[in-house]
């Protein structure tokens, strides 16, 4: 029987999702057809690092991790996404400037 490889030994399903439904993330890294996205050619790029999008579903991937639906609107595609790949826009706003001395 072969081993299952994964990604890592952490299983984010043991909390809650890290972001809701709704919330504005951005794109930590660029995102490329891993040949899971219809109507696109293998690698290439879906989603640009920075680009801006909302969290419109919340799924799982493997029993261990989260998968982000995330709506980039100025791109006009849906993505499929993990919480590694992405940031919270909300709560960088949120959060105070440091001052550095």
């Known amino acids: 029987m072969s081993k299952i490889s994964r990604d890592s030994d952490i299983v984010e399903l043991d909390g809650p999702p890290a972001f809701e439904y ?9 995102i490329r057809n891993d ?3 219809p109507g696109k050619e293998i690698g290439e790029v879906l989603v640009k690092k920075g680009d801006e999008g909302y969290v419109v579903s ?12 995330v ?9 499929g996404m993990k919480g590694r790949e992405i940031e919270s826009i909300e709560q960088l706003e949120a959060q105070p400037e440091q001052d550095v001395a």
Not at 58 to 69: K, P
Not at 71 to 79: E, L, M, N, S, Y
């Open 35 to 37: 040949g899971t996205f």
């Open 58 to 69: 919340i799924g799982t991937f493997l029993q261990q991790f989260y998968i982000y639906g």
């Open 71 to 79: 709506d980039f609107v100025a791109q006009g595609r849906k993505v």
């Open 22 to 30: 709704g919330e504005k993330v951005r794109s930590r890294l660029n």
